[in-house]
């Protein structure tokens, strides 16, 4: 079996200003959420992450090397507006403009994300995605970076995984702000994210027509654990029930029925909050095995020794994730375009004593995980592209710099940068534009 893509194809990867850029109060860099939590808890700190805020033109130059066609990274929303509102701080977007610049320079195609769970900290202190105003502050921010950045990069996501991010931040606690507010309150979040979004979308298409916008999103993946009709039925409930709080909305304009508490809507609030995308970005790691059950499907439970990746029980071994995951998106929406915004593995950081790090799990989960995308574009599924998951060993969030999920190793101390064995496959696979 060949598994060559598509000859327009992109291949790229993708990272995050909170995990990557330290600097965190450089240049005028305000605080944002995560400053607050990690200084707080004095555990991890993403204070220096891997010092790209430094050493910037090092990464490009391991993109090039790569031979990808795309980077997808974020602004920190701190960074060009301290406060989270005007005026610009010009260092900061000079930071962006020269990496823009640089990737273009070397034909990389930057894609840009607006929000990658970093909210300015004076925006948390006013009610944060608590207060409507936050919204009106995103869509003033979106409309600057299109403004600014716009003549070069064409390319946006709105938010990063806001289920995570929210679901993490505000309601179990455990990410920045670290608040665990009532299921009212929390559909109220959704609904002002929401709500940003759809200001932000027509900000930036006014400001500059022709934005190609999209989301990077992390739906609940069921897979059927037996591919036959009846699985395949109860697979297409689950996707609903667990995923339709927030999609329905966003593809459909409206809330589903079945939902337990509803956010109060302002008049034309699910005209703009359905601000139509030009594509949807998935980050698929993972599944959820499905089954026919009382509620139209079940979970299957997973036994105690189902491949996971060391350290992040979340991550499981499945493959078809990535088919059903771009198959459930694209018969429930009906969506133009579909990105694979995220995919990847952690592998253990030891490296061995040749200095190469073996992470040979991690080409196994890759490559199974592209030749199920393979098997999706053939069948007709709008995929575009493909962001591996990550560049660098970064700043893994509440894990700190534990995981390993980049294709280069990262000396956390003195920020220097060594290929692992998956670089050098994934260069072959761009190189081939063919899963090898
Ligand atoms: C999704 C998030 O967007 C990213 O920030 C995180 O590092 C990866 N998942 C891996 O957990």
């Not at 990535?322 to 593995?345: M, Q, S």
């Not at 060594?418 to 081939?432: C, D, E, I, L």
Request: charged share 20%.
């Amino acid at each position: 079996m060949n598994y060559r893509m598509p000859k327009s194809f992109q291949w790229g990867v993708a990272s995050a200003a909170y995990q990557v850029e330290g600097g965190w109060n450089a240049g005028g860099r305000g605080p944002s959420i995560w400053d607050t939590w990690c200084h707080k808890n004095n555990r991890v700190s993403g204070d220096n992450a891997c010092f790209s805020y430094q050493r910037w033109r090092e990464d490009v130059q391991l993109l090039k090397n790569l031979g990808v066609q795309a980077y997808r990274f974020s602004i920190s929303w701190p960074r060009v507006l301290p406060t989270g509102r005007a005026p610009i701080n010009q260092r900061g977007l000079d930071y962006y403009d020269r990496l823009v610049d640089a990737l273009l320079q070397n034909k990389i195609k930057p894609f840009v994300t607006l929000y990658h769970w970093d909210l300015p900290q004076a925006l948390e202190d006013t009610g944060g995605w608590q207060s409507r105003e936050t919204a009106y502050a995103y869509a003033d921010y979106a409309r600057l970076m299109v403004e600014r950045l716009g003549d070069r990069v064409t390319n946006w996501m709105t938010f990063n995984e806001i289920p995570t991010g929210i679901g993490k931040g505000y309601e179990l606690g455990i990410y920045a702000p670290a608040l665990k507010v009532k299921p009212k309150a929390l559909a109220l979040i959704y609904h002002h994210v929401l709500v940003a979004q759809g200001l932000g979308i027509r900000a930036m298409r006014a400001a500059r027509p022709g934005q190609i916008i999209g989301i990077a999103h992390d739906p609940f993946t069921p897979v059927p654990v037996i591919e036959d009709a009846a699985h395949i039925k109860a697979c297409a409930v689950a996707y609903e029930r667990l995923n339709a709080y927030l999609m329905d909305p966003m593809f459909r304009g409206t809330y589903p029925k079945f939902l337990p508490v509803f956010p109060e809507v302002k008049t034309g609030d699910m005209k703009l909050v359905s601000e139509p995308l030009d594509f949807v970005g998935l980050n698929i790691y993972s599944g959820l095995y499905t089954e026919p059950g009382k509620d139209g499907y079940q979970l299957v439970k997973f036994p105690t020794h189902y491949p996971t990746s060391e350290g992040l029980d979340w991550l499981r071994f499945i493959p078809q994730a990535l088919y059903w995951a771009t198959r459930h998106v694209d018969e429930r929406y009906g969506v133009k375009a579909i990105y694979i915004t995220e995919n990847g593995w952690s592998s253990d950081r030891q490296r061995d004593v040749a200095d190469w790090c073996n992470d040979v799990d991690r080409i196994l989960y890759l490559r199974c995980y592209l030749r199920e995308l393979h098997h999706a574009i053939s069948e007709g599924i709008p995929v575009r592209g493909y962001f591996l998951w990550s560049l660098l060993d970064n700043f893994e969030w509440a894990s700190g710099y534990s995981k390993g999920l980049g294709l280069y190793y990262v000396n956390h101390k003195t920020g220097e940068r060594r290929p692992k064995r998956s670089a050098g496959w994934y260069k072959t696979v761009v190189h081939a534009n063919t899963v090898v």
